[in-house]
Nanobody, 122 residues
Framework: QVQLVESGGGLVQAGGSLRLSCTAS????????MGWFRQAPGKEREFVAA????????IDADSVKGRFTISTDNAKNTVYLQMNSLKPEDTAIYYC???????????????WGQGTQVTVSS
């Protein structure tokens, strides 16, 4: 089992920044990729970004390219999502997930955190 705990969400004005953190514990060796997903009210959960634990490979959704950056700190078993130039449409609950494959498909991720709310006001 892998336990994931997110933090760092909050309320920010459009154009502002936030950094989300996701700390993993348990059998982290069973996962090779970490992803961030988000879900807005009434919408499907969508992919945001993912990274290999080594940090060597990353993938991003087109909607966040150039604004969001995913990174890892292996010593802390923590994955970060730096979010800049935030827009109201970025408002959602953001979830951290752990899986074996570095892909965008949420169905391939096995472990999920409880989510952290990000609200961007206009």
């Amino acid at each position: 089992q892998v336990q994931l705990v997110e933090s760092g969400g909050g309320l920010v004005q459009a154009g502002g920044s936030l950094r989300l953190s996701c700390t993993a514990s348990g059998r982290t060796v069973s996962s090779r990729a970490m992803g961030w997903f988000r879900q807005a009210p009434g919408k499907e959960r969508e992919f945001v970004a993912a990274i290999s634990w080594s940090g060597a490979r990353t993938i991003d959704a087109d909607s966040v390219k150039g604004r969001f950056t995913i990174s890892t700190d292996n010593a802390k078993n923590t994955v970060y999502l730096q979010m800049n130039s935030l827009k109201p449409e970025d408002t959602a609950i953001y979830y951290c997930a752990a899986g074996y494959l570095l892909v965008m498909d949420k169905n391939t991720y096995t472990y999920w955190g409880q989510g952290t709310q990000v609200t961007v006001s206009s």
